[in-house]
C-alpha cells in the first residue's frame, strides 16, 4: 500500500501531519492517565472510611459478644454494641460503595477526556489518508505502460478545473481523441499528482 506521495513537499506535508496526529494521540492518552489516576485520588476518603469503620464494627461486634455471656442483664447490656455495630458497617459499605463510584469515575472521565480530542482529529484526518493510500496505491498498479496514461487523461478531462485544462490545450478534449502524445502526458500528469504519484520517466 502506498502511504505517501511521490513529491516532497507534499510527502513531507503527510509524514508532518501523520507526526502530529501520533504526537496529539500519545498527548491527549498522557492527560487522560492523569486525569483518572487523579480522580482515583478521591477513594482514599472512601477507603479510609470502609478500614476505619469495619475496624470498628468489629470491635463492638466482639465487645458485644463479651457482654452478652453476663447473667440475666447480657442481652440489654450488648444491645447498644450490636446496633452500634451494625450502624458502623453501614458507614463501612457507603466506603465501599464510595470507592467504587470514584473508580468508575476516573476511568470515565480519563477515557472521555483522552477519547473526545483524539476522535475530533481523527474524524477528518483518518478517511483523508485511507482515501489517499487507497487512490494511490491503486493508480500506482496502472502506471506500468505508455497505453496507460490515456486513463489518466480521461480522468483528467473530467475532473480538472477549465483553466488548468486550457494552460494544457486550446482543444484538450480533441487532442486526446487525436492521441496527441504531448497533450495525454501533460493531462496524465495533472491526474497522477492529485493522486500523489509522479508520472514515470520512461513515460514521459
Known sequence: MKLYADAPARRTRQLL???????????????????????????????????????????????????????????????????????????????????????????????SIATIPILTVAVFLVPARWRFAREATAGARFVDAAEDLDLFALRALTRQPMHVLARISDDPAGAWRARDREVVTALAALELRDSGLSLPARLS
Open 17 to 111: 501531519t501523520d507526526l502530529f496526529f501520533l504526537l496529539w494521540l500519545v498527548a491527549w492518552v498522557w492527560v487522560g492517565h492523569v486525569v483518572q489516576h487523579g480522580t482515583m485520588q478521591l477513594s482514599v476518603v472512601g477507603r479510609q472510611t470502609d478500614a476505619s469503620a469495619s475496624s470498628l464494627a468489629g470491635g463492638l461486634t466482639s465487645a458485644g459478644d463479651s457482654l452478652r455471656d453476663l447473667p440475666v442483664v447480657g442481652d440489654g447490656v450488648s444491645a447498644p454494641f450490636d446496633q452500634m455495630s451494625s450502624a458502623s458497617s453501614s458507614l463501612a459499605e457507603a466506603g465501599r460503595s464510595q470507592v467504587t463510584a470514584v473508580h468508575r469515575l476516573s476511568w470515565v472521565l480519563g477515557i
